[in-house]
């Protein structure tokens, strides 16, 4: 893959990302991936807006942040994009200088036009389903950040993050290892507190180091420590 803002042709990696994305067939898939570039995706990178470029991109492999700056430096991370999400243009993307999205990690991905992505939701109901669906999760994850953030504790935002991150990853591994200064980032809390926290529960045998990871060993006790 090239590096981001220069495209190269899809590959099968990212043919396999769009079925994902698309809930479609491999023909299909191609046929979408016919109107899309891959791109590389560096930690830092800013991934939309590209400027003079109306796109909407899908996340293939790593993980990428919605992120909104104040004036003085405060970072309130708005969504946090994991692969097969969809992000930018027409995910709601205003372009607007409000929020922006970056790769938190080294990461894969793929750019449509937007106006090619409207042509492909006008001939085939599943790329349309898929955009409803999309936003559909994406509003219900903005809803359940906006409680957590309202009324959950440090603690217990710490531990419904890591659950979130857990579910579904072989063993409940959290791969590669939570970085706590984007940890605390994403929960509205401070590095000191992500790190004091999680060791305390690694004492208690609640969440354990792994090579590469953190595994969470107790997740009914950290679903107790929610709420």
């Known amino acids: 893959m090239s590096e981001q803002g220069r495209g ?23 046929t979408i991936g ?11 990178s800013l991934l939309w807006p590209l400027p003079g470029r109306d796109e909407t991109s899908l996340l293939a492999t790593g993980r990428a942040a919605e992120l909104a700056y104040g004036r ?33 990690i080294d990461s ?11 042509r492909l939701m006008e001939g085939y109901s599943a790329v349309a389903l898929a955009l409803a669906r999309h936003m559909a999760l994406r509003i219900e ?18 531990a419904a993050e890591l659950l979130r991150q857990s ?20 929960v509205q809390s401070t590095r000191e507190t992500v790190s004091r926290t999680v060791s305390q529960w690694e004492k208690r045998g609640l969440v354990r180091r792994v090579e590469g990871g953190l595994e969470v060993v107790a997740p009914h006790r950290l679903e107790e420590l929610v709420y």
């Not at 590959?11 to 809930?23: P, R, T, V």
């Not at 969809?86 to 200088?97: A, I, N, P, R």
């Not at 990853?169 to 939570?178: C, L």
């Open 34 to 44: 016919a109107l899309t570039h891959e791109v590389r995706m560096p930690r830092g």
């Open 141 to 158: 994850s903005l809803r359940r950040r906006m409680v957590e953030t309202a009324l959950l504790s440090a603690t217990g935002r710490i």
């Open 8 to 30: 190269t042709a899809i590959s099968d990696e990212g043919l396999a990302a769009i079925g994902k994305a698309f809930g479609c067939d491999r023909a299909l898939a191609e």
């Open 108 to 118: 894969t991905g793929a750019h449509f036009s937007t106006p090619a992505l409207v």
């Open 167 to 186: 579910r579904g990853m072989p063993d409940r591994t959290i791969r590669p290892m939570p970085v706590f200064s984007d940890l605390a980032v994403q």
């Open 72 to 104: 003085e430096g405060a970072m309130l991370v708005v969504h946090n994009i994991a692969p097969g999400e969809l992000f930018g243009g027409l995910m709601g993307g205003q372009g607007d200088g409000s929020t922006q999205v970056e790769a938190m």
